[in-house]
């Protein structure tokens, strides 16, 4: 390494951010770099991010994690998606499948010809046409590659697992690979006079870690990124009103199902995540339109086995830091901001901003344009997750309380209104280069709350009415058979990575 390689990095906090961090730089600098993780076992880890989407799967490759084996040692189940419960109407349903949703004909995307044949009055769900929600519903799992001989993608899939456990499993990963803990509170920050840039910190039994690159994954505390940077924070209740959470673990009431679930409640709404062992559940809303104990009783009650443990209180602001990495600190996690759990982006803005870092580390000089880069990404790509999550609250047509008619009347940002502008008049979706959902994902929640496009592209006349008929006929019947042909969830966890 050059004479002005970073060579001393500091990770402050544990719990999946940390871990992450330290096991993907350890894996990639392969000890050429000087890891400490600082973390205190009287300071509580969140964890409730239990659910992930698909692009954990690269990250698991790239540390060459076995699946099965790290599924045991979590209590992970396999996850094709999040159903949406109660959202645009009460009794609607719909899913956020992974994977594909028909199959595109020439340059027209499948949704066109679908919207073609609604509008002929032809009424098949769109889900008909996705493999991950009909195996879902069957609760079938099982690796699938591609349907047949068509060119429809396979199941696609991401995991439930308990976080802990998870971060657990890093750690083991981590140490064997060199990083060294330490156990111990923060008690001071010491920076450089003239740089403002953090030289050390002092733990509460006097002992003092230096570093070059520190990165900060305290949680909502920020001790490092705000606590002795400032960097600032951008409060978004304005548009994510929730500010609270309850989260409860419970027994099984039933069977394993594949998928997250998430169901509109009062002035919030409720998860429910399957593990091995036990469901994951929890209730999130806004204080101003629920009290806590009422939010609790209306957890309790809406649980489908006996609850393991009394419900633990998360109070949060959505949000993001207006800057996540300042001088020669970066901020993972919670650290970096807060985007409610509804779809599942917790983990996966961590291992996104890992894999940033990755991509963009910086020696001792500490470049201000690169910087500035990462910040621009991170900003970009927390501001699109977030208009994906406003796009849920706001689309709804619910009248039976003050929070969800306050929600369909709020302005929204100007990026996620011209969306939702163009989708309506045109059925057109269009995804800028770090989007993080597809515009399969877009359209899912657009037609699942009931935001139908006037009119399809024109394309899709380009096929007559019989070859239209016989092209949506075959589509449904190839992906029946593929997903009535996958072994149950259950037997499949049992046979390869059931949890000792």
């Not at 594909?100 to 002929?120: C, I, N, S, T």
């Not at 070059?212 to 002795?228: P, T, Y």
């Not at 602001?317 to 990495?325: N, Q």
């Not at 000089?365 to 977030?386: K, V, W």
Request: aromatic share 10%.
């Amino acid at each position: 390494m050059s004479s002005d390689a970073v060579r001393n990095v500091v990770i402050v906090g544990g719990g999946t951010a940390g871990w992450m961090a330290a096991a993907v730089l350890a894996r990639a600098y392969d000890r050429r770099l000087d890891i400490t993780l600082i973390e205190s076992e009287e300071i509580g880890i969140v964890g409730v991010g239990e659910a992930t989407i698909p692009m954990i799967r690269l990250i698991n490759e790239f540390l060459k994690i076995d699946e099965n084996d790290f599924l045991r040692a979590s209590q992970g189940t396999f996850k094709l998606g999040i159903q949406f419960n109660d959202w645009g109407r009460i009794g609607d349903s719909y899913m956020h499948a992974f994977g594909d949703v028909g199959m595109q004909l020439g340059l027209v995307p499948f949704h066109h010809y679908w919207l073609r044949a609604a509008k002929e009055g032809k009424s098949q769900s769109i889900w008909d046409y996705s493999l991950n929600y009909q195996a879902a519903i069957a609760n079938r799992f099982g690796p699938l590659d591609r349907v047949g001989e068509t060119r429809l993608g396979g199941v696609k899939h991401a995991y439930h697992f308990d976080a802990s456990l998870y971060a657990r499993y890093l750690r083991g990963y981590a140490e064997a690979k060199g990083v060294k803990r330490v156990e111990g509170k923060i008690v001071d920050v010491a920076q450089d006079g003239d740089s403002g840039f953090i030289s050390s910190v002092r733990l509460e039994s006097g002992d003092r870690h230096a570093g070059e690159l520190f990165i900060d994954c305290s949680g909502f505390r920020g001790v490092l990124i705000e606590g002795a940077l400032k960097a600032g924070y951008d409060d978004w209740t304005r548009w994510l009103p929730c500010d609270r959470a309850l989260a409860v673990p419970c027994e099984h009431g039933d069977a394993i199902r594949p998928y997250t679930q998430s169901t509109a409640r009062k002035a919030g709404w409720q998860w429910r995540i399957p593990l091995q062992h036990r469901v994951g559940n929890g209730h999130v809303y806004c204080s101003a339109h629920m009290s806590d104990d009422e939010a609790a009783a209306l957890l309790l009650q809406n649980l489908e086995g006996r609850p393991l443990a009394d419900p633990r209180l998360l109070r949060f602001v959505t949000g993001a830091r207006r800057k996540m990495w300042s001088k020669n600190c970066v901020a993972l996690g919670l650290a970096s901001g807060f985007m409610e759990p509804l779809e599942s982006t917790s983990i996966h803005l961590i291992q996104s901003g890992v894999s940033r870092l990755v991509s963009m580390f910086p020696d001792k000089g500490f470049d201000a344009g690169l910087i500035a880069e990462y910040n621009r990404q991170s900003r970009f790509e927390f501001e699109r997750i977030r208009d994906f999550i406003i796009l849920h609250y706001h689309a709804n047509q619910r009248e039976d309380s003050e929070f969800w008619r306050c929600c369909a009347e709020m302005s929204v940002p100007d990026e996620l209104q011209a969306k939702i502008d163009l989708f309506r008049a045109t059925g057109r979706i269009y995804r800028e280069h770090e989007e993080l959902f597809t515009e399969l994902g877009w359209q899912q929640v657009f037609l699942g709350q009931r935001i139908m496009p006037e009119r399809y592209h024109p394309l899709a006349d380009a096929l007559s009415g019989e070859q239209l008929d016989q092209f949506l006929a075959d589509l449904r019947a190839v992906i029946a058979r593929a997903a009535s042909g996958l072994p149950r969830h259950e037997d499949y966890i049992a046979r390869h990575c059931a949890a000792r």
